[in-house]
């Protein structure tokens, strides 16, 4: 595609629920991102793809977060049983691979736990 | 340790010049970026410096002094659309790139 699409753009969900976020990066992209950011906080690095394997979990905060992606493209983050404290924007960054400068963020998205 | 420090805001004005300072202690160090962001958008590439010295690009440059741990990003001639928040990442080693909290820069006329 243009861009790194992220959907979806918002997510409310009570707490104790699970929620899965999507990431599609840019065709091509071998290399793939998922960030947190919280308000006045740098980027929390999650976890990176490079193709299909996650070389480095080390950045998930907890055994409720994992991720995969397939085909070398697609990417989904699940968070299970949400906490409050998991609320933040979640970013996905893709690149032509691991050690290139440039990475191409998507938009995010706004998670809210009630 | 590792960290990145950089003022959390900043207020310049139209038309004129201001500098985003950062620093940095990290282990092993392979190159430091800008991002720019707009609120509520996708952070996006401003520039990477790996070697000393200064790199221009129109009016936004980026310093970097490897001694010192130290970066900024000049912005000159100021517009209202610059004002975001610019973000400072330093590669350590291997891939992972180490954030800084981001400088909300304010732009008045």
């Known amino acids: 595609g243009a861009g790194v699409s992220q959907s979806p753009s918002n997510k409310v969900t009570e707490k104790g629920k699970d929620v899965e976020l999507r990431c599609d990066p840019i065709?091509?992209?071998?290399?793939l991102y998922w960030y947190r950011q919280s308000l006045g906080q740098g980027l929390e690095f999650l976890i990176y793809?490079?193709?299909?394997?996650?070389?480095?979990k080390s950045g998930l905060p907890s055994d409720r977060f994992s991720a995969e992606r397939t085909g070398g493209s697609v990417s989904t983050l699940t968070i299970q049983r949400t906490q409050q404290e998991d609320s933040a924007v979640y970013l996905c960054?893709?690149?032509?691979?691991?050690?290139?400068?440039?990475?191409?963020f998507g938009s995010g998205t706004q998670l809210s736990v009630l | 340790g590792q960290n990145i420090d950089q003022p959390t805001e900043m207020t310049a004005t139209e038309g004129a010049i201001v500098q985003i300072n950062c620093t940095y202690q990290?282990?092993?160090?392979?190159?430091l970026f800008w991002y720019q962001q707009h609120a509520g958008e996708a952070p996006t590439f401003l520039s990477y410096?790996?070697l000393d010295g200064l790199e221009e690009k129109g009016r936004f440059s980026s310093f970097l002094s490897r001694s010192k741990g130290y970066s900024y990003l000049l912005l000159k001639e100021l517009q209202m659309k610059d004002s975001a928040s610019y973000l400072c990442?330093?590669?350590?080693?291997?891939?992972?790139?180490?954030w800084g909290a981001g400088t909300k820069l304010i732009i008045k006329p």
């Open positions: 793809f490079q193709g299909n394997s996650a070389p480095d």
């Open positions: 410096n790996v």
């Open positions: 990290t282990s092993g160090f392979n190159g």
């Open positions: 065709s091509g992209h071998t290399a």
């Open positions: 960054a893709s690149s032509l691979g691991v050690g290139v400068e440039k990475l191409f």
């Open positions: 990442a330093v590669r350590g080693t291997h891939y992972q790139l180490i």
